[in-house]
């Protein structure tokens, strides 16, 4: 079993910057293939970036060059930077592990935390 916990999140004004964080523990060996999805307010949950355990990242077009999705190995912790933010990107953060593939969800989940974009 694997647990995530992320942290990070709040209120940012347009054109502002986060920091997300994802703290594992448990089997750390089943981690795989990491990654960060959200769900906007009234839409359905969507995989915006992934990481793999080697390092290689893959964007979803919408946060292509605004984002940077990291790990560090070493802490078990993986990062969302995310930079320029829009008012579109408001939406819970989830955490997530265990893939098997780089655009795919995992078993393991985090609990979410909430980002909000507005002036």
């Known amino acids: 079993q694997v647990q995530l916990v992320e942290s990070g999140g709040g209120l940012v004004q347009p054109g502002g910057s986060l920091r997300l964080s994802c703290a594992a523990s448990g089997s750390i060996s089943d981690l795989r293939t990491m990654g960060w999805h959200r769900r906007p307010p009234g839409k359905q949950r969507e995989l915006v970036a992934a990481?793999?355990?080697?390092?290689?990242?893959n964007y979803a077009d919408s946060v292509k060059g605004r984002f940077t999705i990291s790990r560090d190995n070493r802490r078990n912790t993986m990062y969302l930077q995310l930079d320029s933010l829009e008012p579109e990107d408001t939406a819970v953060y989830y955490c997530?592990?265990?893939?098997?593939?780089?655009?795919?969800?995992?078993?393991?989940w985090g609990q979410g935390i909430q980002v909000t974009v507005s002036s």
């Open positions: 990481v793999s355990s080697g390092g290689t990242t």
């Open positions: 997530n592990a265990g893939s098997h593939r780089m655009w795919s969800s995992g078993p393991y």
